[in-house]
């Protein structure tokens, strides 16, 4: 291992956990505020994070839910119900066990989540563009390519 690499591998944890921090204290501040400039409510931290894990992962149910957010299944439910009333998701019974419901992104909040992922992308462009060169964009992308063929190997 030379030591260009061990230098870059550590420099990219640093830099990484420090973006990681910033977008969420961004996010956290968008939260904070009772309603977005639509007027329409902002979801709640915990709200946000079962929005993002269906995002991510897909339909689940709410038992799946607490479980992956660490919270008691009363409290998802609670939750659940808020992100419902929304019109954020939405309930349907599950195809395996018609006892459970299976919780979904509805298409309002495949939207929310992705205008909050557009909001996040142009606060980093923007910055990009006031704190450095052209040059340094540009090698940001050729930087950008390498970790993608690292993150794939």
Do not use: F, Y
């Amino acid at each position: 291992m030379t030591e260009a690499a061990v230098q870059a591998a550590g420099d990219i944890w640093v830099v990484v956990g420090r973006l990681r921090r910033k977008l969420r204290a961004l996010e956290a501040a968008e939260e904070g505020m009772a309603q977005g400039g639509d007027g329409e409510r902002q979801p709640s931290p915990p709200q946000s994070s079962v929005l993002r894990r269906l995002d991510r992962n897909g339909p689940a149910s709410a038992s799946d839910l607490a479980a992956a957010e660490g919270v008691r299944p009363q409290s998802m439910a609670k939750t659940v119900i808020a992100l419902e009333e929304a019109g954020l998701v939405s309930r349907s019974p599950d195809p395996d066990d018609g006892r459970r419901q299976v919780v979904s992104l509805t298409e309002r909040g495949r939207e929310r989540r992705r205008g909050e992922r557009l909001a996040r992308q142009a606060w980093l462009a923007r910055a990009l563009q006031e704190h450095g060169t052209e040059e340094e964009v540009r090698a940001v992308i050729t930087a950008m390519a390498l970790l993608d063929k690292v993150a794939q190997a």
